[in-house]
Every structure is written in C-alpha cells, then in structure tokens.
C-alpha cells in the first residue's frame, strides 16, 4: 500500500531498549490509527489520533508505549525499554473521516532479542 | 467491549469449491469492512458494508451484512489459489469518542489447492 508510509520494515532491538516506529498518512487524511498483530492472529486496537490530538488509547499499554501526530510530520509509536513480548508487527492505517475504510501501510515488523 | 468471532479460523480447500467466512458479534456494528491480506504486508480493503441486509458482489466474491447488523459473511464461488491469503472481518464502533475505530476478527486462513 504505497499511500500510507511506514519505516523501517524491520526494526530489531535488544531488551531495554526503545523503538520508534514512524507513519506518513496518506494525502488528505487525517485520522491515523495503530494496530499490533501477532503472527497469524487478528489486529489488535492501539490508538486513533488526529492531527495533535490522541483521540482514544484504550489499546495501548498504559507503561512504556506513547504515541503522537503532530502538526507537521509522521505520526510516531514509541514503544520504551522494549521486552521479548513487544515482538509483532505494527501496522498503522489513516482514513479522511470516521466513515471511510482504512488504508492500511506495509507495517513494522519489530523483533526483540 | 465489542467482540468480533470469526469462522472458521483455518481453511483448506480445492481449486474451484466454494466457501463461506462467517463473522458474528453479540453487539450492533454501524459498518462492518472485509480484509485481505497477505504474508508480509498490511491488510487490504475489500469492501464496506452498511445497511442491515446489505448484499454487495466482487467478482467471485459476495459480502453479506446481518439484518440486525451484527454479523457478515463473506462467500466466495469457484475458488482459486490466487485467493490464498488471510481474510479479516472488522467492526465500525459507533458513537461515542472513538467513532471509526475497528475491532478485528482473529481472521480466516484460505488456502486454496491447485
């Protein structure tokens, strides 16, 4: 899915310490949302933001994990003092309004060793 | 919470069977959305549906949305191994503070035999 840009593909990190997952939107959207997924699973709700706002972040872990969208750039997943049960593929999505499907990006595959 | 439950969570077919995906809640969704997706990349929209009863046709595929909006089929006719790939169902919360967050099902496995 060309539209929506996420880097790396790939990210390892040793236990303890930070990941920085980044997400360009499409073109004229402006809801961004986060998921994580497990292999072979389904996608797991993290967070929806809007342009400087974080609008719901009942998915993410209350430690460790922060998102944010700022005015200008990418939306970032922060993801601190990673652990082995971090490993998943992170997959971010930006829609123009609540009404419309999403749009899905490539994703992060993050590894922990 | 809204659950999604998906069926059957694994399926293994030949070329040109027939198959249905079933996608059930106990909860009322505004829309439900169809996935695919494929080894190593994001999901891609299939299609969207709305209106409780809503029947919407992609080629060999047909989605169906409940009458009482709370589950969706998929099926899809004469099967080929291009359909391979892992099929989500995900669920469009209404109201509230989070109008258009998705809740997933845990997805279909299609395997589709030469």
């Known amino acids: 899915n060309a539209g929506v840009m996420q880097n790396p593909r790939h990210l390892v990190r040793r236990r303890g310490q930070e990941a920085r997952l980044r997400c360009s939107p499409m073109?004229?959207?402006?809801?961004v949302y986060w998921y994580r997924q497990l292999p072979e699973e389904g996608l797991k709700f993290m967070v929806y933001l809007q342009k400087e706002n974080i609008i719901d972040e009942s998915g993410m872990p209350k430690e460790r994990f922060s998102a944010e969208f700022p005015k200008e750039g990418p939306s970032i997943l922060r993801i601190q003092q990673v652990v082995r049960g971090d490993s998943a593929a992170y997959f971010c999505a930006s829609s123009p309004d609540e009404n419309y499907g999403y749009t899905f990006g490539s994703g992060t595959r993050l590894t922990v060793v | 919470t809204q659950l999604l439950e998906q069926s059957p969570q694994f399926l293994s077919i030949q070329e040109g069977e027939n198959l249905t995906v079933y996608c059930n809640s106990s909860s009322v969704f505004s829309s439900l959305q169809w996935y695919r997706q494929e080894p190593g990349e994001g999901p891609v929209l299939l299609v969207t549906v709305v209106t409780g009863g809503e029947v919407k046709k992609l080629k060999r595929l047909t989605f169906q949305f409940g009458d009482a909006r709370k589950d969706s089929s998929l099926h899809i006719t004469a099967a080929q191994p291009g359909d391979t790939g892992l099929y989500l169902c995900?669920?469009?919360?209404?109201?509230?503070?989070?109008?258009?967050?998705?809740?997933f099902g845990q997805g279909t496995i299609l395997t589709v035999h030469p």
């Open positions: 073109k004229g959207h402006s809801h």
């Open positions: 995900a669920g469009v919360h209404a109201g509230g503070t989070s109008y258009g967050k998705l809740t």
